[in-house]
């Protein structure tokens, strides 16, 4: 009597077992594939050989020197006309490899409307900045790729200083990879970083990539470990340190512990067979530049 009372319900309940079994197996193994997609940590750097070039971007607003957006309208994030003019010139420092007219008939087009729709009280600066600009079209046409222009074309540099190109003397590479802060999003900067870049990328024909916020040195410096050498890094000066750091190169002889208080400068890290090296290379792109 016990055992065929018992014989049902012992298989109901081993039933009901077999039946849950799967949907606690398959939550286990949901969870656990969550918290391995969650935590699994990013590739390690290869140690490859590399490239990484990075600069301040162009100059920002101070008292009585405003900056301007694309659109020509006022914008405390965006370069001043002096910015505009370094982010036109800037494609002059990879002059060998880039076609000069081109530069300035295409990639200088975001640094010219940032220099327009002026007020009526900065109509003599702006009318400055497009003779400088007329100047600078002229003098780029008489020149050939190779010679290029070591001075923002049209102006003398500064006394004793070389019109030689940059590029040509300093050996700077032609950057397959480009990043800028970003400027859009939750932890948006400034316009100034990828306004300074975007001539460069459209002379190039290179994507500048925006994907990093200020504060995402780390994750940054590991995306450019593994991109396409040569990398230009624009990003804001007092974060630069951090990237140095990140990419594994602050103790290299001759590298400053902090940016100086210049706008005209290319830092140049080469990595060979996982040894880094550094040089600080003055751009000589507009008059005054060091």
């Keep these: ?6 014989g049902p319900g ?12 799967p949907v606690v197996a398959a939550g286990c193994g949901g969870s656990a594939g969550e918290h391995s997609a969650s935590t699994a940590a990013p590739p390690a750097d290869s140690g490859r050989d590399t490239t990484i070039m990075i600069i301040r971007h162009g100059e920002k607003p101070s008292s009585g020197d405003p ?18 003019e370094r982010s036109r010139a800037l ?70 200083t070389s019109n030689r190109p940059a590029a040509a003397s300093a050996g700077l590479p032609r950057p397959a990879t480009l990043y800028a802060a970003a400027d859009l999003g939750p932890h948006a900067g400034a316009h100034r970083m990828r ?20 504060g995402s040195e780390k994750e940054l410096a590991a995306a450019a470990l593994s991109a396409a050498s040569p990398v230009l890094i624009c ?9 140095v750091d990140a990419l594994g190169a602050a103790q290299v002889a001759g590298v400053p512990e902090e940016w100086p208080d210049r706008f005209d400068l290319v830092w140049v890290f080469t990595r060979r067979s996982g040894r880094w090296t550094f040089r600080s290379v003055p751009q000589h792109l507009l008059p005054g530049d060091a």
Excluded: C, Y
């Design 1 to 6: 009597m016990t055992r065929a009372h018992d």
């Design 10 to 21: 012992r298989r109901t309940v081993l039933l009901s077992l077999a039946l849950a079994a």
């Design 67 to 84: 900056g301007f957006d694309e659109a020509g309208k006022q914008d405390k994030k965006s370069l001043t006309r002096q910015g505009w």
């Design 91 to 160: 494609p002059r420092l990879f002059a060998h490899t880039v076609n000069t007219a081109g530069v300035e008939g295409a990639a200088g087009v975001a640094g010219t409307a940032g220099t327009a729709g002026v007020d009526a009280a900065s109509t003599a600066g702006a009318a400055g900045t497009a003779a400088s600009a007329e100047a600078a079209d002229r003098a780029s046409a008489e020149r050939t790729v190779t010679a290029g222009a070591g001075a923002a074309a049209g102006a003398s540099g500064p006394s004793g």
């Design 195 to 214: 306004q300074t870049v975007t001539p460069l990328g459209e002379a190039l024909h290179v994507r500048v990539n925006t994907e990093f916020a200020e």
């Design 235 to 243: 990003w804001e000066h007092s974060r630069i340190p951090p990237i």
